[in-house]
T-cell receptor, first 110, second 111 residues
Framework: RKEVEQDPGPFNVPEGATVAFNCTYS??????FFWYRQDCRKEPKLLMS???SGNEDGRFTAQLNRASQYISLLIRDSKLSDSATYLC???????????FGKGTHLIIQP | SQTIHQWPATLVQPVGSPLSLECTVE??????LYWYRQAAGRGLQLLFY??????ISSEVPQNLSASRPQDRQFILSSKKLLLSDSGFYLC??????????FGPGTRLTVL
């Protein structure tokens, strides 16, 4: 079983719609969780951390379910500029590095 | 504020040639540093990480090596490149054990 699994997509979503991604992780000892965004041929950039209580940043909401070992990202009122690959990231080993999912490709259509 | 630099941005090398990629971080001290590779259609793979000068941990056996000659400098090297070494190489840093910040990356094509 892969450590971090995501649906690769692509998700084709009309502008203004709400879209949600899920991600599952295999290591129950995972310590922290993130969503990164990666534009084509660019480096990943931190979108938001994911906290146990859930957190919101503008149109983006992230939630963590430790019991079921999944993380979600909700994007409301999607914009064309939201088109990107969204990487689910888990810290399972402290300073030893993050474990990345392969990403979910999102395409917002006008 | 902290910034992370990588160079070169793009590199095309023949099979069997050597490689040296450089990463430097500004605006912080004693960062943890990481090298990742992202091959086409695949996720990010951790190659090496370093928690201090001269301290290198290798994650994947391969023909690559890493060195950290200075606190804020991390170098990825190879003596002889393979076709399978092609990919997008990303350096990242973290002030602690959590969020990582990536450099702009080096896109390597081995022919």
């Amino acid at each position: 079983r892969k450590e971090v699994e995501q649906d690769p997509g692509p998700f084709n979503v009309p502008e203004g719609a709400t879209v949600a991604f899920n991600c599952t992780y295999s290591n129950s000892a995972s310590q922290s969780f993130f969503w990164y965004r990666q534009d084509c041929r660019k480096e990943p950039k931190l979108l938001m951390s994911v906290y146990s209580s859930g957190n919101e940043d503008g149109r983006f909401t992230a939630q963590l379910n430790r019991a079921s070992q999944y993380i979600s990202l909700l994007i409301r009122d999607s914009k064309l500029s939201d088109s990107a690959t969204y990487l689910c990231v888990v810290n399972v080993r402290g300073a030893d590095g993050l474990t990345f999912g392969k990403g979910t490709h999102l395409i917002i259509q006008p | 504020s902290q910034t992370i630099h990588q160079w070169p941005a793009t590199l095309v090398q023949p099979v069997g040639s050597p490689l040296s990629l450089e990463c430097t971080v500004e605006g912080t001290s004693n960062p943890n540093l990481y090298w990742y590779r992202q091959a086409a259609g695949r996720g990010l793979q951790l190659l090496f990480y370093s928690v201090g000068i001269g301290q290198i941990s290798s994650e994947v056996p391969q023909n690559l090596s890493a060195s950290r000659p200075q606190d804020r400098q991390f170098i990825l090297s190879s003596k002889k490149l393979l076709l399978s070494d092609s990919g997008f190489y990303l350096c990242a840093w973290t002030p602690g054990q959590d969020t990582q910040y990536f450099g702009p990356g080096t896109r390597l094509t081995v022919l």
